[in-house]
């Protein structure tokens, strides 16, 4: 069975491929791409995609499933279902379910849970300390064995250097990169927002940029004296992207993501108590948001992951003091990417590149790419597609996206995973 997807515009950004073709699947790879030729063969099925963008599936590092216990906030199903409507047909999954990912035993249960209820491509993040209480190691090679393929303690932070510097040192051991959330607890406090004009304003307690940035160096310096793969996650603040900057210019290994919502909103966005705008990092300064977009701009950032975080909408709807970190992001993602498009920030090839072939590339994973013999991991995306977010329009089971009521434009409308269809928005292509 050859299927064509026909007149598409292909964006491949491991091979700098930008052009008008067509790109065949045959039995789950790419067959072909570039302008079928008779060669090809003759196609069973022809795709009309009347010069949509054709692009390697995106793939997120940083999706929280919450599947083993938590399912009243997301299980695999509907977290990947959200996934492949998002255009996604990879995510990595965070350890801080319940219980906590951190023995070979809970690796094995997500992988086969993924196996039997997935729509994507699921890969496993491991806790790097036991319980994500930061004191003592998780089991790293058992954990590498059964097929986790980066560590992390998301959700709860490494606050013990020392441990961090064990931790880095039996990653690199495996070959695995250390995922940080970096912020400093102390130093964070109480603080639910970005200290600043806007916090005082709503009297609400908040921590400065530097509860991150303190980790940021400490951690780059400790990915240095290891010689380990940090990841710095979620990086939120303006000096932040400079440390990573310069630690890159220094030969430190080290990889960072951004999320869509750091990158589109600022602190002003909590004037209105809105706990769908309450997250960890905080949002933070226009300051902040421009050295951001700049940072993903140039690469120092690498790529945009989602911390797709879903909270059930009673966790959410009470003061927001009491409120949990945290906003959904896969199926919104993918139009906050192309606003940077939009605004002459990235290159729509630059665009697949952060949210496709650098986080593949980054996890060493496969994907991320529309060569020949690949699976055919597959995105087909209407870059001009408006839509209002709204929680009647979302599959996550929690629907606390920092986007609600906004109009948003560019969606997902195919998903392939492997040549198999995860998601199609509309019955026809027009
Ligand atoms: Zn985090």
Known sequence: MRVRIANARLLDPASGR??????????????S???????????????EANGLWLAPGLVDLHTHLREPGQEYKEDIETGTRAAAAGGYT???????TDPVNDSPAVTEYIQRRARES??????????ATQGLRGEIMSEMAGLAGAGAVAFSDDGSVIMDAAVMRRVLEYARGIGRPVIAHCEDLNLRGSGVVHEGAHASCCGLP???????????????????????????????????????RDAKAAGVRVTAEVTPHHLLLTDEAIRGYDTNKKMAPPLRTARDREALRAGLADGTLDCIATDHAPHAHYEKDVEFTAAPFGVVGLETALAAGLELVREDLLSPLALIDRMSTRPARAFGMGGGTLEVGAPADLVLIDPERAFKVEPTG???????????????????????????LAFALDEELS
Do not use: Y
């Open 394 to 420: 979302l599959e996550s089971r929690s629907k606390n996206s920092a986007f609600l009521g906004r109009e948003l434009r560019g969606r997902a409308l195919r998903t392939w995973v492997g040549g198999r």
């Open 33 to 47: 791409v570039g302008n079928a030729d008779a060669a090809d063969g003759v196609p069973d099925q022809v795709i």
């Open 118 to 127: 997935a729509s994507v491509r699921v890969r496993v993040i491991a806790a």
């Open 206 to 244: 908040s921590s400065p940029g530097e509860a991150e940035t303190v980790m940021v160096a400490r951690d780059l310096e400790l990915a240095r004296l290891t010689g380990a793969h940090l990841h710095v996650a979620h990086v939120s603040a303006a000096r932040s992207v400079e440390l990573i």
């Open 18 to 31: 930008d052009e008008q073709g067509s790109l065949d699947v045959v039995d789950g790879r790419i067959a």
């Open 90 to 96: 990879l995510v990595c999954c965070m350890a801080n």
